[in-house]
C-alpha cells in the first residue's frame, strides 16, 4: 500500500505509471504535466506506430467506489484539455502534425493498479 501525502502526488503517482505503460506501447513520452493557461495535460505523447500526437487525459479511480474512471472525463474537462492542446501546439510551433485525445482509466484496488484502459480518440476537438 503506497503512502501518498496528498492527492496531487498519488495522481502524480498513476500518470508515472501510466507513462511507463504508453512507453512499453510504443509510445515517446514528450512531456507530462504540461501546464498552460487553461489548464493541464497530463502526458503529452508521440504514437510511433502512427506518426501522431496524442493528448493523454490519466483519471484513476478506487474500484470499490463503483465509479469508473472514464466517467470523470465530461465535456467541461474535455474542452479544457482541447484549449491546453490549442495552446501547447501554438506555443511549440506544432504544425501538420495529426493529434488524438486519448483518455486512461487506471483501475485502483487499495492503491494498487488492478487494471489500466485506454480509449484511443476518446473525444475530437470542435
Given at each position: 500500500?503506497?503512502?501518498?501525502?496528498?492527492?496531487?502526488?498519488?495522481?502524480?503517482?498513476?500518470?508515472?505509471?501510466?507513462?511507463?505503460?504508453?512507453?512499453k506501447?510504443?509510445?515517446?513520452?514528450?512531456?507530462?504535466?504540461?501546464?498552460?493557461?487553461?489548464?493541464?495535460?497530463?502526458?503529452?505523447?508521440?504514437?510511433?506506430?502512427?506518426?501522431?500526437?496524442?493528448?493523454?487525459?490519466?483519471?484513476?479511480?478506487?474500484?470499490?467506489?463503483?465509479?469508473?474512471?472514464?466517467?470523470?472525463?465530461?465535456?467541461?474537462?474535455?474542452?479544457?484539455?482541447?484549449?491546453?492542446?490549442?495552446?501547447?501546439?501554438?506555443?511549440?510551433?506544432?504544425?501538420?502534425?495529426?493529434?488524438?485525445?486519448?483518455v486512461?482509466?487506471?483501475?485502483?484496488?487499495?492503491?494498487?493498479?488492478?487494471?489500466?484502459?485506454?480509449?484511443?480518440?476518446?473525444?475530437?476537438a470542435?
Amino acid at each position: 500500500m503506497n503512502n501518498f501525502e496528498n492527492k496531487r502526488d498519488k495522481g502524480e503517482f498513476y500518470e508515472e505509471k501510466v507513462a511507463e505503460y504508453l512507453r512499453k506501447k510504443g509510445y515517446n513520452i514528450v512531456e507530462q504535466n504540461y501546464h498552460s493557461h487553461f489548464g493541464e495535460i497530463d502526458i503529452i505523447a508521440e504514437d510511433r506506430a502512427k506518426p501522431l500526437l496524442v493528448f493523454v487525459e490519466v483519471k484513476a479511480r478506487e474500484k470499490s467506489k463503483g465509479v469508473h474512471p472514464f466517467e470523470a472525463v465530461d465535456i467541461r474537462k474535455q474542452q479544457t484539455i482541447i484549449r491546453a492542446a490549442q495552446e501547447y501546439m501554438m506555443m511549440h510551433r506544432v504544425e501538420d502534425t495529426y493529434i488524438r485525445f486519448d483518455v486512461v482509466g487506471v483501475i485502483i484496488d487499495d492503491d494498487v493498479i488492478e487494471k489500466i484502459e485506454v480509449i484511443q480518440d476518446a473525444f475530437q476537438a470542435g
